[in-house]
């Protein structure tokens, strides 16, 4: 039987929760888990989602702050990555 989850793990739940809430970072994350590399520039996000740049840098600081992705700055441009650890809480969530 699993332990009931403690203040601390329910807010940051909560906060990936949240982020994951919205049909365009669903979209990002999956588009970064489906990259052959495992990761994918902000610049490569873009044009597929339709987007602007800050909309899509936008979104994805919401998934940084919710610790599902990484960001690596390469010059000019960031690249993200998926935190394997943050999308495991999730998925325990599902049966």
């Known amino acids: 039987m699993a332990e009931p989850l403690s203040r601390s793990q329910a807010e940051q739940l909560a906060v990936a929760l949240k982020a994951v809430a919205d049909p365009t970072r669903l979209q990002l994350l999956s588009m970064i888990s489906a990259?052959?590399?495992?990761?994918?520039c902000v610049c490569d996000l873009t044009a597929p989602l339709g987007l602007t740049q800050p909309t899509v840098s936008h979104h994805l600081k919401i998934?940084?702050?919710?610790g599902l992705l990484v960001r690596d700055k390469r010059g000019k441009?960031?690249?993200?990555?998926?935190?394997?650890?943050?999308?495991?809480?999730?998925?325990?969530?599902?049966?």
């Open 35 to 40: 990259s052959e590399s495992g990761e994918a």
């Open 63 to 66: 998934l940084v702050d919710a």
């Open 77 to 95: 441009w960031s690249w993200y990555a998926i935190v394997p650890e943050g999308l495991e809480a999730l998925r325990r969530l599902i049966p």
